[in-house]
Nanobody, 119 residues
Framework: QVQLVESGGGLVQAGGSLRLSCAAS????????MGWFRQAPGKEREFVAV????????YYADSVKGRFTISRDNAKNTVYLQINSLKPEDTAVYYC????????????WGQGTQVSVSS
């Protein structure tokens, strides 16, 4: 059974930082690209960042470039999202997702972790 479990969310002041983690189990982690998405209240889920299976390629939404950094540790089956210079508009539930290499779409999703940013 595949599980993706996010952690690291919380309530922070604007300008602060958080490091989100997503621990994967039940799959061959290095066979998957890993993505982060977020969903703010009343809005649709949106793409944040993705990292290739090897970690060699990353891609970010324009809204987070320069502030967010995605990374992974295949030995620990974990993907991370470092979030700096937080803004109130970053408030959302953050989800990680796994995409099988060579396939389109994401196969597995976590339950999410809440990030709340106060002004």
């Amino acid at each position: 059974q595949v599980q993706l479990v996010e952690s690291g969310g919380g309530l922070v002041q604007a300008g602060g930082s958080l490091r989100l983690s997503c621990a994967a189990s039940g799959l061959t982690f290095s066979n998957y690209a890993m993505g982060w998405f977020r969903q703010a209240p009343g809005k649709e889920r949106e793409f944040v960042a993705v990292i290739s299976w090897s970690g060699g390629t990353t891609y970010y939404a324009d809204s987070v470039k320069g502030r967010f950094t995605i990374s992974r540790d295949n030995a620990k089956n974990t993907v991370y999202l470092q979030i700096n210079s937080l803004k109130p508009e970053d408030t959302a539930v953050y989800y990680c997702a796994a995409q099988r290499v060579g396939k389109s779409g994401y196969d597995y999703w976590g339950q999410g972790t809440q990030v709340s940013v106060s002004s």
